[in-house]
């Protein structure tokens, strides 16, 4: 039986991801809470895991333990800023604390500055469908990076910002709820300005800082590649959903298929790119979806999903997403953000682990220059408007005991972090069933 260990390079960053509102509880200022309590969500975020009331703790020492040397959290700007013209001094002095606690246990802090979450006031003044939101982010973003730099360079701007738009402006199922595919273009346009604006204030206060955002990036293949409709639908979807910021760090130009809007600020302001990947998307022409440009995306009959069919386990697509970055933007360092799976009884986890992990591998063989891995995430935690229903965390979550439980995953990915590379051992020990697959011969 073959045997071999994918190592990795000195220094790589292995850790998992968490936001601000998934994990902290009683978050009751922001345009989450209020869609919570409006019904439009399965379930109340609550307590969460109760990092607020101080459970962190426990969760970094899990985390460090299992060899975890880096860790990716939000900030939620509603408690940072609970009113216009007011900080919050304590609640940034808890964020110094997590960020401390994370420097203590050996591990590099990397901190976003908005997951999704909005202060209720700023929706009352529009959100983010107007320009005045640039300059109260930048405002946001200066105040809390003073207070954070003592612990932090490693910045992410804005996680998303397509997903915030996608779901919130079309699909609806977030906040605001809307219909309206010209709105979510100026949605985008404006995140892209706040970002570049807090690129610049960011390198001001702390020249030494590495500043990205995270861009959800979904491949795309079509279903009959022979056919050309399918080809065309592939391309508008991809370009829809991936291209928007994209475009405009390359160019200064953000281009979608609902229109372009010049943006010569945001061009170049990217210190690193933050991939999230989950999966990759079948995408074939459909006369019935007018709504969605024509075209369907989907996962192939027997494909390996997940329990809410939510994710699908396509190694070979986060290879492919790698490769779409290097190509476009040669020589930037990559950060993978978020990746991971729901999968309450970690029945498909252990292989989605060590296969994505193995294609990270075969970029890193490359040269590509792929610095770090955040798997999403270190404990179940409250999934947006899909609730509880869906579990994501290496530690299982009792939301009404608070009661952490280990799923194997997490020491599969204990062993991976410590050896710093991927074993035939370990996948021969928790996912044989893909072991033939991964080592062949
Ligand atoms: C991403 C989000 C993250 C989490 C995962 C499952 O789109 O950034 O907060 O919900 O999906």
């Not at 200022?29 to 459970?55: F, P």
């Not at 498909?348 to 992990?357: E, M």
């Not at 408007?385 to 439980?405: H, N, S, Y």
């Given at each position: 039986?073959?045997?071999?260990?994918f190592?990795?390079p000195r220094?790589?960053?292995?850790?998992?991801?968490?936001?601000?509102?998934?994990v902290?509880?009683?978050?009751?200022?922001?345009?989450?809470?209020?869609?919570?309590?409006?019904?439009?969500?399965?379930?109340?975020?609550?307590?969460a895991?109760?990092w607020?009331?101080?459970?962190?703790?426990?969760?970094?020492?899990?985390?460090?333990?299992?060899?975890?040397?880096?860790?990716?959290?939000?900030?939620?700007w509603?408690?940072?800023?609970p009113?216009?013209d007011?900080?919050?001094?304590?609640?940034?002095?808890?964020?110094?604390?997590?960020?401390?606690?994370?420097?203590?246990?050996?591990?590099?802090?990397?901190?976003?500055?908005?997951h999704f979450?909005?202060p209720?006031?700023?929706?009352?003044?529009?959100?983010?469908?107007?320009e005045?939101?640039?300059?109260?982010?930048?405002?946001?973003?200066?105040?809390?990076?003073?207070?954070?730099?003592?612990y932090c360079?490693?910045?992410?701007?804005?996680?998303?910002?397509?997903?915030?738009?996608?779901?919130?402006?079309?699909?609806?199922?977030?906040?605001?709820?809307?219909?309206?595919?010209r709105?979510?273009?100026?949605?985008?346009?404006?995140?892209?300005?706040?970002?570049?604006?807090?690129?610049?204030?960011?390198?001001?206060?702390?020249?030494?800082?590495?500043?990205?955002?995270?861009?959800?990036?979904?491949?795309?293949?079509?279903?009959?590649?022979?056919?050309?409709?399918?080809?065309?639908?592939?391309?508008?979807?991809?370009?829809?959903?991936n291209?928007?910021?994209?475009?405009?760090?390359?160019?200064?130009?953000?281009?979608s298929?609902?229109?372009?809007?010049?943006?010569?600020?945001?061009?170049?302001?990217q210190?690193?790119?933050?991939?999230?990947?989950?999966?990759?998307?079948?995408?074939?022409?459909?006369?019935?979806?007018?709504?969605?440009?024509?075209?369907?995306?989907?996962?192939?009959?027997?494909?390996?999903?997940?329990?809410?069919?939510?994710?699908?386990?396509?190694?070979?697509?986060?290879?492919?997403?790698?490769?779409w970055?290097?190509?476009n933007?040669?020589?930037?360092?990559?950060?993978?953000?978020?990746?991971?799976?729901?999968?309450?009884?970690?029945?498909?986890?252990?292989?989605?682990?060590?296969?994505?992990?193995?294609?990270?591998?075969?970029?890193?063989?490359?040269?590509?220059?792929?610095?770090g891995?955040f798997?999403w995430?270190?404990?179940?935690?409250?999934?947006?408007?899909r609730?509880?229903?869906?579990?994501?965390?290496?530690w299982?979550?009792?939301?009404e005991?608070?009661?952490?439980?280990?799923?194997?995953?997490?020491?599969?990915?204990?062993?991976?972090?410590?050896?710093?590379?991927?074993?035939?051992?370990?996948v021969?020990?928790?996912?044989?069933?893909?072991?033939?697959?991964?080592?062949?011969?």
């Amino acid at each position: 039986m073959p045997q071999a260990t994918f190592h990795f390079p000195r220094g790589f960053l292995w850790g998992c991801a968490t936001a601000a509102h998934q994990v902290e509880g009683n978050n009751t200022n922001n345009n989450w809470w209020k869609w919570e309590q409006d019904g439009r969500t399965n379930g109340k975020a609550g307590l969460a895991c109760d990092w607020w009331g101080g459970r962190w703790k426990e969760d970094f020492d899990r985390a460090a333990e299992a060899g975890q040397n880096a860790h990716r959290l939000s900030v939620e700007w509603s408690r940072i800023q609970p009113a216009p013209d007011r900080w919050d001094e304590d609640a940034l002095e808890r964020y110094r604390a997590m960020l401390r606690g994370l420097k203590e246990r050996g591990m590099t802090p990397m901190v976003t500055l908005h997951h999704f979450t909005d202060p209720l006031w700023l929706g009352e003044m529009g959100g983010w469908e107007t320009e005045a939101v640039v300059p109260l982010f930048e405002k946001f973003v200066r105040k809390t990076v003073e207070a954070l730099k003592e612990y932090c360079t490693l910045w992410c701007t804005v996680n998303e910002p397509n997903i915030y738009t996608l779901i919130g402006y079309v699909d609806g199922a977030f906040p605001p709820g809307k219909h309206d595919l010209r709105l979510s273009l100026i949605v985008q346009a404006n995140m892209a300005r706040a970002h570049a604006a807090a690129y610049r204030a960011i390198h001001a206060i702390q020249p030494e800082a590495r500043v990205g955002y995270a861009l959800h990036f979904r491949p795309m293949v079509p279903a009959r590649p022979w056919f050309p409709l399918d080809r065309l639908e592939r391309n508008l979807h991809f370009n829809a959903i991936n291209m928007a910021f994209p475009s405009a760090i390359l160019s200064g130009v953000m281009r979608s298929p609902v229109g372009r809007v010049r943006l010569p600020e945001v061009k170049g302001t990217q210190d690193y790119f933050g991939l999230n990947y989950y999966a990759q998307d079948t995408v074939t022409f459909d006369l019935s979806k007018a709504g969605e440009l024509f075209g369907r995306r989907y996962y192939p009959e027997g494909s390996d999903v997940s329990d809410t069919r939510m994710v699908a386990n396509i190694p070979e697509g986060f290879f492919e997403a790698l490769k779409w970055i290097v190509r476009n933007y040669p020589n930037l360092p990559v950060i993978v953000t978020e990746n991971g799976i729901e999968d309450v009884s970690d029945r498909i986890r252990p292989r989605y682990l060590a296969q994505h992990v193995h294609q990270m591998w075969r970029a890193v063989n490359f040269n590509w220059p792929v610095k770090g891995y955040f798997h999403w995430s270190l404990v179940d935690n409250f999934e947006w408007e899909r609730g509880w229903t869906q579990r994501f965390g290496l530690w299982a979550l009792d939301v009404e005991t608070q009661k952490r439980t280990k799923r194997p995953s997490a020491d599969l990915y204990a062993e991976i972090c410590k050896e710093n590379g991927l074993s035939s051992e370990m996948v021969k020990k928790y996912c044989p069933e893909v072991f033939e697959k991964m080592f062949p011969g």
